[in-house]
């Protein structure tokens, strides 16, 4: 099991940050482009809240895929938990801190993920997928400050 966290200042109150984050609207305007993001089931649209599920589909590898996750921990505006249901990974939680820091707010993601496939599939984890994902949240976590500041 692969565990990556990353941390973002953003210079927005707790509140915007958090809306922000749960918006599957905002979500699918901050991933990569090329991966053509898109939710397509569950919550479609909005905010998400604790005990939703939204599945999105996008490309990946050159690969159409179908990720559902159910929010499984929501805590608002301090924390909530998306954790797959059913998907490419043969596990995969991750977990969003929002810390407030007055004017600004510090973001914390925690993703925790397992490829399926046994030693092939740990080898991709460690050689591919920790890095491809760490840049994926790093791109998504960055566009999202963008958004967030200049409101």
């Not at 490419?88 to 600004?104: A, Q, V």
């Amino acid at each position: 099991m692969i565990k990556i966290l990353t941390e973002i200042e953003i210079e927005a109150s707790i509140d915007v940050c958090f809306d922000m984050a749960t918006n599957i609207d905002i979500h699918t305007q901050t991933v990569w482009p090329h991966t053509k993001e898109r939710a397509i089931a569950g919550t479609t649209t909005g905010m998400v809240r604790g005990g939703d599920t939204v599945t999105f589909e996008a490309r990946h590898f050159l690969i159409r895929q179908k990720h559902t996750s159910l929010i499984s921990n929501y805590v608002r505006p301090y924390h909530f938990v998306d954790e797959m249901l059913q998907g490419t990974f043969k596990s995969m939680r991750h977990e969003h801190e929002f810390i407030d820091l007055g004017d600004r707010t510090l973001m914390k993601d925690t993703l925790s993920f397992e490829a399926p496939l046994g030693w092939i599939g740990r080898l991709v984890e460690r050689v591919v997928l920790k890095r491809y994902m760490t840049r994926f949240l790093n791109y998504r976590n960055a566009q999202l400050k963008i958004l967030a500041e200049r409101k």
